[in-house]
């Protein structure tokens, strides 16, 4: 093997392992110059988190642009994001998926009693409680899915192909979520579930897009809605908030919802939907769906 044959294989494209180490490197990078520079100013207006997920997704961004241009001189389409992949059927139905997987089954814990309802008195209106949360959620779940299922997930799909590329990115992102406030074994397990289900979303609907507005329908819903704890991260709600009141496998406890056993089972009941859709939609199989296998 040459020092050639080392880094790149025989179509002149890099090996998989540098394609990762430089786009995360051009993402750490440009995201910590981003809150250095940035983030003086940006805290008169932002909170420390809505900073550094605005400062990861200004990495990521760049990182995108520059490996998929430049380095692989490439197209988006196999990222997934590609402008016909925005198309508004596919926003919708990440959209419907993310909504439905965790309210529908929040709403039997509600109607089981698993859940409850409580006061809450926090000195705002319902409409500024919900836009705030839509300011903050929207880039934080694009930065999560741009670094989750974005580039790394289709240059690992390249690779060893798409199923063992949603398996090491889900893992990744459960890890992701490990420092959350009151994590726990399950809790992690259930993120990683988590990750499995808005990649697949990515490869059903061929559309990064999609899963984008899965991710931020999820944690909106779960916010605005049920005013519930999103991934162990306290909320201040106005009028009411939804909290555990039965067994934490099944509620999630502190957690939030989406915790628990009955979020697991919303998750695989829309990923059946969704296969059972994409069979009868034509054309045949995704793009994303494949290539190496």
């Known amino acids: 093997m040459t020092a050639r044959d080392f880094f790149y294989r025989s179509s002149g494209s890099l090996r998989a392992p540098w394609q990762w180490i430089g786009f995360l490197l051009i993402a750490a990078s440009v995201s910590l110059l981003t809150a250095a520079l940035a983030g003086p100013y ?16 200004a990495g990521l961004l760049v990182a995108h642009v520059t490996m998929v241009r430049f380095v692989d001189r490439g197209g988006w389409a196999a990222i997934g994001l590609a402008p016909r ?60 899915e741009m670094l989750s299922r974005g580039y790394l997930f289709a240059r690992t799909r390249d690779a060893i192909g798409w199923k063992g ?48 507005m899965a991710h931020f329908a999820w944690n909106w819903s779960m916010a605005a809605v049920l005013h519930a704890t999103v991934s162990g991260l306290p909320a ?29 089972l919303g998750m695989g ?6 296969v059972a859709w994409r069979r009868r939609s034509p054309p045949a199989a995704p793009l994303l769906l494949s290539g190496h296998d």
Do not use: K
């Open 42 to 57: 940006a805290l008169r207006v932002l909170s420390d988190a809505a900073l550094s997920f605005w400062s990861l997704l």
């Open 85 to 144: 992949q925005a198309s508004p059927g596919r926003l919708a139905v990440g959209l419907a998926a993310g909504s439905l997987g965790i309210l529908v089954p929040s709403g039997v814990l509600l109607a089981a009693h698993g859940l409850q309802s409580e006061p809450a008195a926090a000195p705002y209106s319902w409409i500024h409680y919900a836009a705030s949360l839509a300011a903050f959620f929207l880039p934080q779940s694009l930065a999560e």
């Open 236 to 264: 201040h709600p106005p009028d009411y908030r939804v909290v555990d009141h039965g067994p934490t496998w099944l509620t999630g406890g502190v957690w939030g919802p989406e915790g628990g056993a009955a979020a697991a």
């Open 165 to 212: 590329s949603l398996a090491i990115t889900s893992v990744g992102f459960g890890l992701l979520h490990m420092a959350n406030p009151g994590a726990t074994p399950q809790s992690i397990a259930i993120v990683i579930l988590a990750g499995g289900f808005l990649g697949g979303i990515l490869l059903l609907t061929d559309s990064l897009y999609a899963a984008w």
């Open 269 to 274: 009941l829309c990923i059946v939907a969704l």
